[in-house]
C-alpha cells in the first residue's frame, strides 16, 4: 500500500524559515517523479514544486520561484521542501504527491498524503 | 495555461446524470486529469490524458475531450460522489481548475 506522510508543518512568523518532509513507503520511491502541491484554507489546488527521479529535472511555481527549494533522499525514501522567506500567502495545507511518471514532462498526481499545516502569521 | 471549469457549483440528485466542463487558455491536446476531494481528505485521481480510468475508480466516471475543451460525467450519481472536482492540465508546470463542487440537491 502506498503511504505519503508529510510532516514540518506549524505556526511561523513571516520572513522565517521551515522544512517539510514527506516519507514515503509501498513502492519503489526512486522510480518516480515526486511533487508538493498546497491548499489554502477554503480554497483550491495550487502545484508548488517537483522532482525528477534522480533530481535531474526541478520545476517551482513562480509564486515561490527563489524561496523554496525541493529535494529527495531516495536511500531515505523522502521528499522535502525548504522553505525561506516565508510569507502570509503561503498558509495552507501542503500535500506530498507521488507522480505517475518518472519524469516532470507530464504530471499526474496519483498518490497523495495527508498533508501538513503551515501557517504564516505574526 | 488556464483552466476554467464549469459550472463552479452544481447541486444534483442521487441517480441523475452529472457534466462538468473544463475549458483550458490554449491547447493541451488530451493532457488533462480529473480529481475529487472530499471535505478534510487529499485529493484522489479518477481520469488521465483526457479519458483513461484510474485503477479502481468505478466505471461510471468518464473523461472526453482534447484541444481545449474537455468534460467529466457520471453517469449515475452515488451518495459518495458528492464532493469538489477539479480539472489539471499536465504539462510540467501544472495548473488546476477552480473546482466544481457538486452538492447534493
Known amino acids: 500500500e502506498v503511504q505519503l506522510v508529510e510532516s514540518g508543518g506549524g505556526l511561523v512568523q513571516p520572513g522565517r524559515s521551515l522544512r517539510l518532509s514527506c516519507a514515503a513507503s509501498?513502492?519503489?520511491?526512486?522510480?518516480?517523479?515526486m511533487h508538493w502541491v498546497r491548499q489554502a484554507p477554503g480554497k483550491g489546488l495550487e502545484w508548488v514544486s517537483g522532482?525528477?527521479?534522480?533530481?535531474?529535472?526541478?520545476g517551482y511555481a513562480d509564486s515561490v520561484k527563489g524561496r523554496f527549494t525541493i529535494s529527495r533522499d531516495n536511500a531515505k525514501n523522502s521528499l522535502y521542501l525548504q522553505m525561506n522567506s516565508l510569507r502570509a500567502e503561503d498558509t495552507a495545507l501542503y500535500y506530498c504527491?507521488?507522480?505517475?511518471?518518472?519524469?516532470?514532462?507530464?504530471?499526474?498526481?496519483?498518490?497523495w498524503g495527508q498533508g501538513t499545516l503551515v501557517t504564516v502569521s505574526s | 495555461i488556464q483552466l476554467t471549469q464549469s459550472p463552479s457549483s452544481l447541486s444534483a440528485s442521487v441517480g441523475d446524470r452529472v457534466t462538468i466542463t473544463c475549458r483550458a487558455s490554449?491547447?493541451?491536446?488530451?493532457?488533462l486529469a480529473w480529481y475529487q476531494q472530499k471535505p478534510g481528505k487529499a485529493p484522489k485521481l479518477l481520469i488521465y490524458?483526457?479519458?483513461t480510468l484510474q485503477s479502481g475508480v468505478p466505471s461510471r466516471f468518464s473523461g472526453s475531450g482534447s484541444g481545449t475543451d474537455f468534460t467529466l460525467t457520471i453517469s449515475s450519481l452515488q451518495p459518495e460522489d458528492f464532493a469538489t472536482y477539479y480539472c489539471?492540465?499536465?504539462?510540467?508546470?501544472?495548473?488546476f481548475g477552480q473546482g466544481t463542487r457538486l452538492e447534493i440537491k
Open positions: 522532482i525528477s527521479w534522480n533530481s535531474g529535472s526541478i
Open positions: 504527491a507521488k507522480d505517475i511518471a518518472a519524469d516532470t514532462a507530464m504530471v499526474t498526481f496519483d498518490y
Open positions: 490524458a483526457a479519458s
Open positions: 490554449q491547447g493541451i491536446s488530451s493532457y
Open positions: 489539471q492540465q499536465l504539462n510540467s508546470y501544472p495548473t
Open positions: 509501498g513502492f519503489t520511491f526512486d522510480d518516480y517523479a
